[in-house]
C-alpha cells in the first residue's frame, strides 16, 4: 500500500474525481490536493509522498516544470503525469515520469499505475491505516478525546459528521467539535458498520443524522446535517452516485 499520494492539478473536478479515485483503490492510505505547482512545493516541504500525480497544463509553473523540479530532491517522489492531452506523453518520460495518464482516468488503468508504483517503492509499508496503529478502540461505542486537559467520552452515535484536517480529523456533534490524530479514510472504513458514510474527500458523515439532501450542479448533492448549526456539507459528484444508490434515491 502507498501510505500518502499528492494529485496536483487547477480543475477542482479533475483534483476530487482522481482522489475519490485513489481512496476508493484500498491501495493508498492518504490523498492530498493541491490546486498549483506552489501549493505543491510548500505540501512537498511538508510531507514525505510515495507518488505525485501532475496535471501538465496549469497556469504558473507546469507540470513538465514542476516535475523537473521535483527531481532535484534529495528523494524525489515517483510522478505520474494525468493529462487530457496525448501530446505531452515524450517530454513526460524525458523526466523520468513512472507512467502517463489520459484522461478520464478509468479504474481499471489506475490500478495497474498503483501497481507499478507500489513496485517502485518496493512493496507496502505501514500506515495511518494500521490495525497496530488504531487498536481496539473502534470495538467500542465511544470515542476518547481530549478536552479542557481530561479525556472526555463521545458515544460515537452521536456525532454527525468527520471532518479532514491534515494528519487530524474533526469530530462534529450537535453542539461541539473535537480534533483527535486520525485519518479519515480509517473513520470511512471502519465506522462504516454504524452508518457513516464518505461523501467527500474532506468529510464522513453520520447518516442517521442525515436532515435533509439536496440536488446541486453537475450532478453533485449537498446534505444538511441535524445539528445547531443547520450544517451543509457538500457531496462530491463521484460520491453522489453511491450515496444515492444506497439511500434508493431516484434520478441521476
Known sequence: MLSRVLVVDDERHAREDLSDLLEGSKRVAEVDVAADAN??????????????????????LDGLQLASVLRRFAEAPPVVFVSAYEEHAVE???????????KPVSQERL???????????GGARPTLDDAAAEPDEDELP??????????????????RYVEAEGDYVRL?????SYLIRRSL?????????DGFVRIHRSYVV?????????????QTLVIRVRDERGTRLPVSRRRARGLRERLGMSGR
Do not use: C
Not at 479514510?185 to 458498520?193: F, G, P
Open 111 to 121: 490500478f495497474k499505475t498503483l501497481a507499478r508504483l507500489e513496485d517502485t517503492i
Open 185 to 193: 479514510s480509517s473513520v470511512a472504513e471502519r465506522w462504516e458498520r
Open 206 to 218: 453520520n447518516l442517521r443524522h442525515v436532515a435533509q439532501i439536496e440536488p446541486y450542479f453537475n
Open 172 to 176: 462534529h456533534t450537535a453542539r461541539d
Open 142 to 159: 465511544f470515542v476518547g478525546v481530549e478536552a479542557g486537559g481530561r479525556t472526555v467520552l463521545i458515544e460515537r452515535s452521536e456525532i
Open 39 to 60: 501549493d505543491a512545493l510548500l505540501m512537498l516541504q511538508r510531507h514525505p509522498y510515495d507518488a505525485v500525480f501532475l496535471d501538465i497544463r496549469m497556469p504558473g
Open 92 to 102: 513526460a518520460f524525458s523526466v523520468e515520469a513512472t507512467d502517463y495518464l489520459l
